[in-house]
């Protein structure tokens, strides 16, 4: 079961931002818990206009479903304003890390991104393949896809480590990393890895459009920690 | 829940540790003799650059309302959050359920949101996820209130963005430097007689990370655990002290830099001329 904070932001902010696409919206700077380690790591939910009629097999679209999960990436575990005391997984503020949570539009994001100087940018999203077919239970279609720029050698880094924190944890067993532009996994060219200039990585955590994937992203306070662990790997435990 | 609940106390105590463990953490002692101190973005001044970053972001917005206006459109200058400490949550809230430029999107036809659109951002459609349909902020001639208003204040952490893969690179050259390389074996050597058997501090992090995942689902094992991790850290920070490995870090760290800025000096000192002509005050 959610916590009732996380539902209570998240429904406050999922109100305004899924009336009108385009808005601009203020974006969340999270301080660390204690000593800043010097990294910033900018979290970008997904913005689909079409959210909710996206095959979501259930009653959260994909937008609020990412904003989920960035919540819990950055503050899981530490509800209430008060550290989770039966819980010793590491979200990204006691990891040391500055977060941003983008609220406004996606072009919005890469500015503020950019200018913000992240040193990783990671846009959080839900896959989706069929809409209608929410019963299914072959795990190996589904699984975590991230995906990273082409050139990008710590792109790569950075994907491969999230598939290998995040991924197992995911009910799909097909987890992978491809890259971008060319890899047929995606086929369009992404703004969010093409014109930010720290190092990306672009989480489909797990398909939405099958029943168990959908309730595994929906109880992301139970795996989230899982992107600080990826990102701690990756940077090398900074 | 109860507030002074003793396992929330250890808690608060092992992620403490946590943090002052971390080798990377501490501000160099010659933080003066780093050149790159002398550069705002970089970390040496995290209040003042804070602070800076948050002048520039509003006078970006002010720019942006007043371009808006030109536009014939009514735009609220809207700001990003801090959020720290115990009311974070509760700001957090408090922030997001008003939104006026939100409001009064709703208001303006599909045609006018278009115009809006490109007005604000350049662009017909700022939530597409193609990159051929967003504004790239590196073109200097994009259009749009957004991109002039950063154009004119690229703001206090763009050098620092802009070289963000080499300043990876140079972070994760001065981990694997033969001097932090030895500190950490003073470090490793310490905790041995300890009873522990790990080549570094992040080493001890990750092996943490690797036995939560592997007792998920079993709270006993669980809450064992934190009490092997306390343990564990609290010998690390006293096995960091013995082997100076923070100085250690901190003053390798600082040559790298010299080296850093030695190569990027004329970028810097542009981005540095850049910063003192940002027109932060005008109204």
């Given amino acids: 079961m959610r916590r009732f904070w996380t539902a209570a932001v998240a429904g406050v902010v999922l109100l305004s931002a899924a009336s009108v696409a385009g808005a601009q919206q203020a974006d969340l700077i999270y301080e660390p818990y204690g000593t800043w380690n010097g990294y910033r790591v900018y979290l970008s939910p997904a913005r689909h206009t079409d959210s909710g009629g996206r095959g ?87 699984g975590t896809v991230v995906i990273y720029w082409s050139t990008s050698t710590n792109g790569k880094n ?72 990826g990102v701690d790997a990756h940077l090398n435990y900074p | 829940m109860e507030r002074n609940h003793p396992i929330r106390f250890v808690t608060l105590v092992l992620f403490a540790l946590m943090i002052s463990m971390s080798p990377g953490f501490a501000q160099p002692d010659k933080a003066q003799s780093s050149p790159l101190a002398r550069y705002p973005g ?136 033969q001097r932090v390389k030895a500190g950490e074996a003073q470090w490793s050597a310490c905790m041995q007689k ?15 990370d690797l036995q939560v995942a592997a007792a998920l689902g079993k709270p006993e094992s669980l809450k064992a655990l934190g009490m092997e991790h306390r343990k564990a850290l609290e010998t690390s920070t006293g096995c960091i002290k013995q082997s100076s490995l923070d100085k250690v870090v901190a003053s390798t760290r600082v040559d790298y830099e010299r080296a850093f800025v030695k190569k990027h000096r004329k970028f810097l000192d542009d981005f540095l001329r850049t910063l003192e002509q940002e027109p932060l005050d005008e109204r």
């Fill in chain 1, 56 to 142: 979501e097999c259930g009653s959260l679209g994909e937008n609020d479903l990412a904003y989920y999960v960035a919540w819990d990436a950055t503050n899981g575990n530490y509800y209430n304003d008060v550290y989770d005391p039966a819980s010793v997984n590491r979200n990204l503020l006691a990891r040391g890390y500055k977060v941003r949570i983008g609220r406004g539009t996606l072009q919005s994001a890469i500015d503020n991104s950019n200018a913000w100087g992240a040193d990783l940018h990671i846009p959080i999203h839900s896959n989706a393949d069929v809409s209608g077919q929410c019963s299914r239970t072959d795990a190996s279609r589904f």
């Fill in chain 1, 158 to 229: 950075l994907a491969t480590q999230l598939r290998s924190t995040v991924g197992p944890s995911s009910p799909g067993t097909s987890d992978k990393i491809c890259y971008n532009p060319g890899d047929p996994c995606t086929t369009i060219t992404l703004g969010e890895l093409r014109y930010t200039n720290a190092v990306a990585a672009y989480m489909e955590t797990e398909f939405h459009t099958w029943t168990t994937g959908y309730n595994w992203v929906y109880n992301s306070p139970v795996w989230a920690w899982r992107i600080g662990w």
């Fill in chain 2, 42 to 177: 970089f970390g040496y001044n995290p209040k003042a650059d804070e602070d800076q970053f948050e002048r520039e972001e509003a006078a970006r917005e002010d720019r942006i309302a007043r371009c808006m206006e030109r536009e014939g459109f009514t735009y609220w200058p809207m700001r990003s959050v801090a959020l720290e400490g115990l009311e974070s949550t509760r700001k957090a809230m408090e922030v997001l359920r008003d939104n006026p430029n939100d409001r009064y999107m709703l208001l303006l036809s599909e045609e006018g949101r278009l115009r809006y659109n490109r007005a604000l951002y350049g662009i017909d459609n700022p939530d597409a996820l193609e990159a051929d349909r967003l504004r790239d902020p590196r073109d200097p001639r994009a259009t749009g209130c957004a991109a002039e208003a950063l154009r004119l204040i690229p703001g206090v952490f763009a050098a620092k963005s802009a070289l963000t893969e080499e300043l990876h690179a140079m972070r994760q050259a001065v981990l694997a430097d």
């Fill in chain 2, 194 to 208: 300890q009873g522990y058997s790990l080549e570094s501090p992040r080493a001890l992090r990750q092996q943490m």
